[in-house]
């Protein structure tokens, strides 16, 4: 987590091309078979690292599919619990963001509603205020197409 962190600071700094290469090489570690947290994190930096809509789909997607993998097979406490919970409105918040990208309407306000419906799991800090942020302007979006 700590090398997935490091590279993120590299695309938050603009360096995308390194951090996508350093998360690509964390990838082949890590592969699809590992930690669904692990997977789940660095599948939604790999997703922004992106400059394709369709790959940044794809990385999406994966990072969905681990954060499933994550609340079936590991054992939560209340409070991983609810981190976990947390994550779900970000993850389909970035799949609408896809969609509109690619000109796939439906699949963008499927992905807003779930985005919109697991939003009461954030807390009212500044992460929880920036998703419902990003969501409202994703629906402004939507609205406007």
């Known amino acids: ?12 700094g603009g360096d995308r091309e390194e951090a996508r290469n350093r ?13 669904p947290l692990q997977r789940c994190t660095l599948a939604h930096y790999l997703a922004d690292a992106q400059d394709d809509p369709g790959d940044e789909l794809a ?4 990072a969905l599919a681990a954060a499933d993998a994550l ?8 409070e991983a619990e609810l981190a976990l919970a947390a994550l779900y409105p970000a993850l389909h918040l970035d799949l609408a963001a896809d969609y509109v990208q690619l000109q796939d309407l439906s699949a963008a306000r499927l992905h807003l509603a779930r985005a919109r419906g697991a939003s009461g799991a954030l807390r009212d800090d500044g992460y929880g205020r920036g998703v419902r942020a990003a969501i409202a302007r994703v629906a402004r979006r939507l609205d406007g197409e």
Request: aromatic share 8%; net charge negative.
């Open 1 to 12: 987590m700590t090398r997935i962190g490091q590279a993120a600071m590299l695309l938050h």
């Open 59 to 62: 990385w999406d997607l994966r």
């Open 23 to 35: 998360f690509g090489a964390l990838w082949s570690e890590i592969g699809e078979t590992g930690d």
């Open 71 to 78: 609340a079936q097979e590991r054992p939560v406490d209340r």
